[in-house]
Nanobody, 126 residues
Framework: QVQLKESGGGLVQAGGSLRLSCAAS????????MGWFRQAPGKEREFVAN????????YYADSVKGRFTISRDNAKNTVYLQMNSLKPEDTAAYYC???????????????????WGQGTQVTVSS
């Protein structure tokens, strides 16, 4: 079992930055991959970024590449999403997810992740 809790969302102007955090508890954090997804109203949940168990391998959606950075601190059982140069189209609820079936990153579909946080809202004003 893994419990996840996101924090750090909020309202920011276009061009601004936010850092999301996701604290994990339960199963040993350093034994599985983690991901961030987002879901805007009326849209399907979409992949944002993921990171392998050691924090070395990362993948990003094309829409956030170069602007967002995923990282993890296994000593703190926390994964982060640094979001820079935010755009109004980044507005969504952001969810962290644990993929306890894999050590490595590279899995992009929500059904490949077995534990989810409750989400944190990010709103970018123009």
């Amino acid at each position: 079992q893994v419990q996840l809790k996101e924090s750090g969302g909020g309202l920011v102007q276009a061009g601004g930055s936010l850092r999301l955090s996701c604290a994990a508890s339960g199963r040993t954090f350093s034994t599985y991959a983690m991901g961030w997804f987002r879901q805007a109203p009326g849209k399907e949940r979409e992949f944002v970024a993921n990171i392998g168990w050691r924090g070395v391998t990362t993948y990003y959606a094309d829409s956030v590449k170069g602007r967002f950075t995923i990282s993890r601190d296994n000593a703190k059982n926390t994964v982060y999403l640094q979001m820079n140069s935010l755009k109004p189209e980044d507005t969504a609820a952001y969810y962290c997810a644990a993929d306890t079936r894999h050590y490595s990153a590279g899995y992009y579909y929500p059904n490949e992740y077995d534990y989810w946080g409750q989400g944190t809202q990010v709103t970018v004003s123009s």
